[in-house]
């Protein structure tokens, strides 16, 4: 696609420049790729280029957490961010997730690393382990660009399916390598999905932290793919190897809001690291102030203990939760902990949610967990409901309660009783970290709320494809509604 590779093209000098602190060589404008990655030093530079990409706002820096829920039906916009996600809020026709070259071009710099690799002289064991993490990285973003574009392969609605994203494979460093694809198919986008993990689950390490792909990490997001495929078979044996992987731990009840108050959460099988001034997105663009005016962990203490005296509002605090979505939790659910009253900006005072609080001591930057622990008993318990595993299914589900402070059901005995518990913990367990707008959809379900309901297969259902890149490419077909 044209606009992609010129985009493509244009980021490439200005990423490699941009890791000469990284490789400690005189500043320059720009560098040829080839020669960049014809060096084990640039191939390493670039790797941590590909880590970086994921801190875009329109990635995990911010969008994929607060516009999706946003859109989803349990928030609700508070009008004090000068019309930030008001419109994502109302669901308005082409308000919706975006970052389309962002992706491509993060792709690309993945694909020239894996070109890259066969013929260089890195040591064989560090080749396969950089594999393992690209590949792992290049599945996290089809699989964002799939959902966000496109309908998952089992809830399609064949009359408006115009297929899923282009497969782009190979990393092009230049104009005349330039193609035009069309949408591939879903099925083939979580084949390659699927070909991807594997090969990251066989090469990537084991150990490290949740900052790096890891087996672990690549058995999770296995697990995630394989939920939204509907193939319960692979979601629930890949959920159990991330659960057995040692890169997390499940964290007890009385952890879990202390959790969410580390740097890093302990419960994170990958998570995006923030660990420099720099790389704060600022009050205007930050999740953390998307979601809350408090500035700091001590600060939200400080409120919680006392509110004589408030200090300034130091976020927006644009995307709150509806009163339903707290009114489901039980008085003894410590989830609610989660959730506090705000700072007043603009004249209102909410409750907002706190899971991102500047927990580095620098505020609008917070490490963002990509994938937990808890997910994957709740991805568990999904895949065994629709196994007849009931039994198991239940075990998965009391954990979670249990986990949150309340009693172990014994009504969870029939298929219906624990797909519905298992929605209900789906909600509060991951609210305020993506997943909502996209569990109705993948359920082809309608979202329903007061400001006017969207249903499944609505326009609005599928982001829109960059007019920019409809006209460059004309092999590339527009989502219906557009």
């Not at 690209?134 to 408006?160: H, V």
Request: glycine share 8%; hydrophobic share 40%; charged share 20%.
């Amino acid at each position: 696609m044209k606009n992609i590779s010129k985009y493509i093209l244009l980021t490439l000098s200005v990423f490699f420049a941009s890791c000469d602190s990284l490789l400690e060589v005189n500043p320059r404008q720009s560098i040829d790729t080839a020669v960049a990655l014809s060096t084990a030093e640039g191939i390493r530079a670039s790797v941590f280029g590909a880590y970086n990409n994921l801190k875009a706002q329109a990635l995990y820096g911010c969008n994929l957490n607060a516009i999706a829920d946003a859109m989803g039906d349990d928030t609700r916009i508070i009008n004090r961010a000068g019309g930030r996600y008001v419109n994502e809020g109302q669901n308005v026709v082409n308000n919706h997730l975006g970052g389309w070259g962002t992706y491509y071009y993060a792709i690309n710099q993945i694909n020239l690393i894996l070109k890259a690799l066969p013929t260089s002289k890195l040591p064989d064991a560090e080749k396969a382990t950089i594999e393992g993490e690209m590949t792992f990285l290049r599945a996290l973003l089809y699989f964002n660009l799939s959902r966000i574009w496109g309908y998952e392969p089992k809830a399609a609605l064949p009359a408006l399916d115009k297929g899923s994203v282009p497969l782009l494979l190979d990393g092009i460093d230049d104009t005349e390598q330039i193609s035009y694809p069309k949408r591939s198919t879903a099925a083939e986008v979580y084949a390659q999905m699927y070909k991807d993990l594997n090969t990251a689950i066989a090469k990537a390490p084991t150990g490290g932290g949740p900052h790096r792909a890891t087996k672990g990490a690549a058995h999770a997001l296995l697990a995630r793919v394989a939920l939204y495929n509907e193939d319960w078979a692979t979601a629930a044996t890949a959920a159990t190897a991330a659960l057995s992987s040692g890169v997390a731990r499940f964290v007890g009840g009385g952890e879990l809001v202390a959790s969410w108050r580390a740097n890093q959460n302990p419960e994170s099988l990958f998570e995006i690291l923030f660990n420099s001034r720099q790389e704060s997105l600022g009050v205007n663009n930050a999740l953390q102030s998307a979601y809350t005016t408090i500035g700091s962990v001590s600060e939200a203490a400080g409120l919680a203990a006392s509110r004589t005296t408030l200090p300034a509002a130091k976020g927006w605090g644009a995307v709150v939760p509806t009163t339903a979505l707290l009114a489901l939790h039980n008085t003894a659910d410590v989830r609610r902990g989660l959730y506090q009253l705000g700072l007043n900006r603009s004249n209102a005072i909410v409750e907002e949610c706190t899971k991102f609080l500047g927990k580095s001591g620098v505020v609008y930057m917070d490490n963002v967990p990509v994938i937990r622990m808890s997910e994957m008993y709740l991805i568990r318990a999904e895949a065994n409901a629709k196994l007849d595993k009931l039994k198991d299914a239940a075990d998965d589900l009391n954990i979670i309660r249990k986990r949150a402070g309340l009693t172990e059901l014994t009504t969870l005995t029939t298929q219906q009783s624990i797909l519905t518990e298992m929605e209900l913990q789906r909600r509060l367990e991951l609210a305020f970290e993506g997943h909502r707008w996209f569990d109705l959809k993948r359920w082809k379900r309608d979202v329903i709320k007061t400001t006017g309901n969207v249903i499944y297969g609505d326009t609005r259902t599928l982001a829109p494809i960059p007019t920019s890149e409809i006209l460059a490419n004309s092999n590339l077909v527009q989502n219906a509604g557009y």
